[in-house]
């Protein structure tokens, strides 16, 4: 009796271990179903390196109407969503025939400014040196005139500069209105800043249309308690070679510089950065017609060229 007893004692337990194990296995099966049903597998996401179909610039013509501008120059988004209308006085939009900016009333200079850069936009005209106030804005706006800048240890410092505007007197002269400009330090003006500009303009002659945004944040002080002298200036530009559609492995240059003096020897690769970092510091959202995917492999990538 008691031997059988002890037989099916032993069995019981056999039995037991054997149900605890078979539950240790088919429990993360279950779990592991559970997971498929309540987190499908998602679906495959479209390719980064597809590529776009081309942006036509216009390099046979100038835009003639402020729409065929706005469609050139803002080809790539309209960063801030800046609007013409006086209301938003700290992101007013200015379209002309050679660039498009983003004005803010109360520091006096663009947030940022936007044009194409092709071969046929440079030709031989000189530069006109004509600053002036820029008489598109609201009447009741404060003019800014060129002596605002004199004798206050900053240079008038082009956003869009004057040698990207060569082919005509009057796109050249369009680049001279205070709207353009910003407070600069002769050394990061006449610096590393002036050689990424040639250094621009080379790409364009070796047959790239280049997607320009620039502009600066921060701020320093101000000259006649009126113009804000930032703390650094920014620069994006989007090569594109002729022809070409926009994919995963278009160059994209980003800069970020610090408006000081001492940096007159720098090379401006020394200050290469990338978009996504230029977004954090400002605010903006560039590139924001591309697909969101491609969006980020170009915006994360710094350029090692």
Same mark, same amino acid.
């Given at each position: ?44 996401? +479209? ?149 990424? +500009? ?20 921060? +701020? ?86």
């Amino acid at each position: 009796m008691k031997k059988g007893v002890t037989i099916g004692g032993i069995i019981a337990v056999l039995l037991l271990i054997g149900a605890i194990a078979f539950c240790a296995w088919i429990a993360p099966k279950i779990n592991e179903k559970l997971a498929e049903i309540n987190d499908p597998i998602p679906e495959k996401p +479209e390719e980064t390196n597809k590529t776009l179909p081309p942006v036509k610039l216009p390099t046979a013509k100038q835009p003639q109407t402020t729409s065929e501008a706005e469609r050139t120059y803002l080809a790539l988004g309209n960063p801030s969503s800046a609007r013409a209308n006086p209301i938003f006085s700290n992101n007013y939009l200015l379209i002309n025939n050679h660039y498009a900016l983003s004005y803010n009333r109360s520091k006096a200079i663009p947030n940022w400014v936007a044009w194409q850069l092709t071969k046929e936009d440079l030709g031989g005209v000189e530069r006109q040196n004509n600053f002036r106030p820029d008489n598109r804005l609201p009447k009741n706006w404060k003019n800014i005139f060129p002596s605002y800048y004199t004798r206050s240890g900053y240079n008038r410092g082009h956003i869009v500069p004057s040698a990207d505007r060569t082919k005509s007197r009057e796109a050249n002269s369009s680049t001279f209105l205070m709207t353009n400009m910003t407070p600069q330090t002769p050394d990061l003006n006449q610096g590393p800043w002036e050689k990424l +500009e040639r250094y621009s303009r080379s790409l364009a002659r070796r047959n790239n249309d280049l997607f320009i945004y620039s502009g600066c944040y921060g +701020e320093k002080s101000k000259l006649r308690r009126t113009v804000t002298v930032p703390t650094n200036c920014w620069k994006i530009i989007v090569a594109v070679s002729r022809n070409s559609g926009i994919d995963s492995s278009t160059r994209v240059i980003a800069v970020d510089m610090p408006n000081k003096n001492g940096i007159r020897d720098d090379n401006w690769r020394d200050y290469k950065t990338s978009v996504r970092n230029i977004e954090q510091k400002t605010g903006f959202d560039f590139l924001s017609v591309l697909p969101k995917n491609l969006q980020n492999v170009l915006e994360m990538r710094v350029d090692s060229r």
